[in-house]
């Protein structure tokens, strides 16, 4: 069973551009989460998908962001005319529908030059 | 919300038993007690989670004195490969809630 798939894992974009960060979440998982990691900080919640649905993106900036979970295919996460701030690793997590645990990807590295 | 306080760094020497203690006053009823682990470069991985008293599995073994303010992780003889950051949480079973890191305590296993 292949865990949580997230691409690419390394992403350099100048500022302005956009950047699209994908996340396959395990088999038979519903429910995906995107957090985002600044250096030497810990993870911090951006938003809560279940299939075409936005539970929750209270942790999302409110401009520039935008996230999907489509019926088929991955979880995108969209960034929009990036600015250096927003260089970061973002990491995807899935979760069974009535289970606890979250499964983490490996993160996607996001550098804005 | 309730927090979460660990201290931000440890040494170990390999073959060491290393406890981590995480300090939360407010923890909810149905909150259980959860720790992470995640390596560099790497995202977070659960180690073990737990209630009260005592819970074990092959990795670790999770202690929670009865008022539940207060929870340690044990990790048994450390080698150099337990390098890595240990995130305390809380988690509610059948909860979608997502999960809110603190900084962590960066664990350093020396030879």
């Known amino acids: 069973n292949a865990g949580v798939m997230q691409n690419p894992r390394h992403l350099v974009r100048r500022r302005g551009q956009e950047a699209r960060l994908r996340c396959s979440p395990m088999?038979?998982?519903?429910?995906v989460y995107w957090y985002r990691q600044l250096p030497e900080e810990g993870l911090k919640f951006m938003v809560y998908?279940?299939?075409?649905?936005?539970?929750?993106e209270s942790g999302m900036p409110k401009e520039r962001f935008s996230a999907e979970f489509p019926k088929e295919g991955p979880s995108i996460l969209r960034i929009q005319q990036v600015v250096r701030g927003d260089s970061a690793a973002y990491f995807c997590a899935s979760k069974g529908q009535g289970t606890y645990e979250q499964y983490f990807g490996p993160g996607t590295r996001l550098t804005v030059t | 919300l309730a927090k979460t306080t660990q201290p931000i760094s440890m040494d170990s020497y390999e073959g060491q038993e290393v406890n981590i203690t995480c300090s939360h006053n407010?923890?909810?009823?149905?909150?259980?007690i959860t720790w992470y682990q995640q390596f560099p470069s790497q995202g977070p991985r659960f180690i073990i989670q737990g209630y009260k008293t005592k819970v074990t599995n092959e990795v670790a073994s999770l202690f929670i004195p009865a008022d539940r303010k207060s929870s340690t992780l044990s990790l048994p003889r450390v080698s150099l490969s337990d390098t890595a950051v240990y995130y305390c949480?809380?988690?509610?079973?059948?909860?979608?809630?997502?999960?809110?890191f603190g900084s962590g305590t960066q664990l350093t296993v020396l030879p």
């Open positions: 949480l809380f988690l509610s079973p059948g909860s979608a809630r997502q999960l809110t």
């Open positions: 998908l279940q299939k075409e649905n936005i539970i929750d």
């Open positions: 088999k038979g998982h519903s429910h």
């Open positions: 407010n923890i909810a009823t149905n909150d259980y």
